[in-house]
């Protein structure tokens, strides 16, 4: 059991920035990691239909892969599936996602967090319980992104790469524009939380859009922390012999735009579009 992979899932291409902490934190690891591009974006489906796709893709993960853990690398899923994943495997090691806003109360100046995320996950009744729990704390200005995660799963295409990090900008003067004002000063937001994978790839524009001081808060890191905390105590962590070529620890799959998946593991991971390969369409 300690060989097998860890599975990974994410509507598309943005839990690859989780995979990117993923494999630094666990250097002797193998990953398979499903991009399910043919159903995203999952931000804009119901919560019923989320929780199907992560139910099947974790069946398929475990009948197929034989994993010994899965990490939810999407906020969306997480709040829609992660309850029923775990009842249907109790057993397994799930790691899920969440808008990082403790991480942010550290990190802000001026107790102004804004928040931006799927319509799926910011409307969640997770998502609620997590912002009351810290009520009083700090200020929280939330934000859906309608069409984001969209755009940013489009920017990986190289024929219309440019348009879409156009639309990307577009869609994020828009958005932050409605969340008031971002800077230092006194009932700012100084600090933004990236409640979606996808937005990790979207942080040169958002530096551009809000400036380089706004702090961009993400997932990536605790949840590979995480992750390895709960393999080391289920005894399950591999460990030597040593850090192997990423291209040997990792396989890619997708059952969505192949070339999109390819271009994004080799700009974002450095791997070659070898690693990619076309999902099994029947899940
Ligand atoms: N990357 C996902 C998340 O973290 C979902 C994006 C989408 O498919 O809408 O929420």
Redesign the pocket.
Known sequence: MIESPIGVF???I??LSVLQSLQLALPAEHFVYWADSGH?????KSDLFVRQRSLAIADHLIRQHHIKALVVA???ATAAAIHALRQQHPHLIIVG?EPALKPALKISQTGHIGVI??R??LGSEKFHRLLSSLQGHAHFTVQACKGL?LAIEQSTDTASGNQASQRITQLLESYTGEMGQFGQGPGQIDTLVLG???YVFAQNELQHVLGSKIHLVSTGEPVARQTRRLLEAASLLREGPGPQALSARISLLSNGDLIGLQAAATRWLGLPPSNCQRADSHV
């Open positions: 994410d509507s598309g943005g839990g995203a974006p999952y931000g804009e999407c906020n969306t996602v995320g799927t799926g996950t995660a979606c994978t996808h």
